[in-house]
């Protein structure tokens, strides 16, 4: 279960689809993180939700209850320096594989 901070507090940033992402980028949020918690915003395909489907630990979110394939003690992304990464891990450590999303200020 997670913390879910009051859904009334305005959003703290937004995940913007950057060029890399497989549906290609998106005018919209597709997430907005309030607190460490990640949840589906209007510009996600499956629009947006009350429950959250991520939870922000250090670098990486994991999905939690709210997500279509239920919480994971894997992480699903990687944030490092305003850019969200699938959490993919090879030999090496993390892919190389391009950002997904982009972090942004919301917008009201």
């Known amino acids: 279960m997670v913390d879910d901070p009051n859904p009334l507090q305005?959003?703290?940033s937004a995940?913007?689809?950057t060029d890399d992402h497989?549906?290609?980028s998106a005018p919209e949020a597709c997430f907005e993180v309030i607190g460490s918690v990640v949840y589906p915003a209007a510009g996600h395909p499956s629009g947006s939700?009350?429950?959250p489907w991520y939870q922000v630990r250090g670098s990486l979110a994991f999905p939690v209850d709210g997500h279509p394939c239920?919480?994971?003690a894997e992480?699903?992304?990687r944030i490092d320096e305003g850019h969200v990464y699938p959490a993919a891990v090879d030999h090496d450590?993390?892919?190389g594989a391009p950002a997904w999303?982009?972090?942004r200020a919301a917008q009201e």
């Open 10 to 12: 305005p959003s703290v």
């Open 15 to 17: 995940w913007y689809a």
């Open 22 to 24: 497989p549906r290609g």
């Open 49 to 51: 939700g009350s429950r």
């Open 70 to 72: 239920g919480p994971s």
């Open 75 to 77: 992480p699903a992304f």
């Open 93 to 95: 450590g993390f892919s």
């Open 101 to 103: 999303f982009e972090v």
